[in-house]
């Protein structure tokens, strides 16, 4: 059974510096094809994709926000980590992180429940 | 970039619904996939590939298209399919792009 789990904290203050750790089962990072990426939702908005990383250690980033992103995995804890730098009160969000294989298909076959992300002073 | 329209689409039960995706350039229809997000929920996968559904989703939703233009047809919409819809491309720089979403509300 695969499951994500986003964990960070609920209220970070402007300018600090975000970190999100995605938490995952039922498969492995290092499995050829596989990938896990972040996507955040702010409020009313639509999704937003971040950053993907493979089990290559492949790192690819939202242009707009590629100077602020960094994502990094564990695989031998199944972890998916996602830093952001200069947090703005627009960084407000759900974040998630999701599954895609390519292997599988190219989409996002499991995700996270997403974590809410507050930015405020 | 991706383009969907409407924005909003109110129907009554019944009906049917057509959301619209379009893509700034032409590509791999493969690569296209479809989600239905309700409110508080992260998104589910409805269709990939444009054209064929996920397990265990409901054959009123279907989906087509090629090129630069795909759609997602839900035939005879019931009160529960009200939700956000998105499509999603894989592929290309950056390797991951959604549409800014069509809201569907069953009235």
């Known amino acids: 059974q695969v499951t994500l789990r986003e964990s960070g904290p609920a209220l970070v203050k402007p300018t600090q510096t975000l970190t999100l750790t995605c938490t995952f089962s039922?498969?492995?990072?290092?499995?050829?094809?596989?990938?896990v990426s972040w996507i955040r939702q702010t409020p009313g908005k639509a999704l937003e994709w971040l950053a993907l990383?493979?089990?290559?250690?492949?790192?690819y980033y939202n242009t707009s926000l590629k100077t602020r992103l960094t994502i990094s995995k564990d695989t031998s804890r199944n972890q998916v980590v996602l830093t952001m730098t200069y947090i703005d009160p627009l960084d407000t969000a759900t974040y998630y992180c999701?599954?895609?294989?390519?292997?599988?298909?190219?989409?996002?076959?499991?995700w996270g429940q997403g974590t809410l992300v507050t930015v405020s002073s | 970039v991706l383009t969907q329209s409407p924005g909003t689409l109110s129907l009554s039960p019944g009906k049917s619904a057509s959301l619209s995706c379009r893509a700034s350039?032409?590509?791999?229809?493969?690569?296209l996939s479809w989600y239905q997000q309700k409110p508080g929920q992260a998104p589910t996968l409805l269709i990939y590939?444009?054209?064929k559904r996920a397990p265990g989703i409901p054959d009123r939703f279907s989906g087509s298209g090629s090129g630069t233009d795909f759609t997602l047809t839900i035939d005879g919409v019931e009160p529960e399919d009200s939700a956000l819809y998105y499509c999603?491309?894989?592929?290309?720089?950056?390797?991951?792009?959604f549409g800014q979403g069509t809201r569907l509300e069953i009235e």
């Open positions: 999701a599954r895609l294989g390519v292997a599988i298909g190219y989409y996002f076959d499991y």
């Open positions: 039922g498969f492995s990072l290092s499995t050829p094809g596989m990938s």
């Open positions: 990383i493979d089990w290559d250690d492949d790192k």
């Open positions: 350039q032409t590509f791999n229809s493969g690569l």
């Open positions: 590939g444009a054209s």
């Open positions: 999603q491309r894989y592929g290309g720089s950056p390797p991951i792009t």
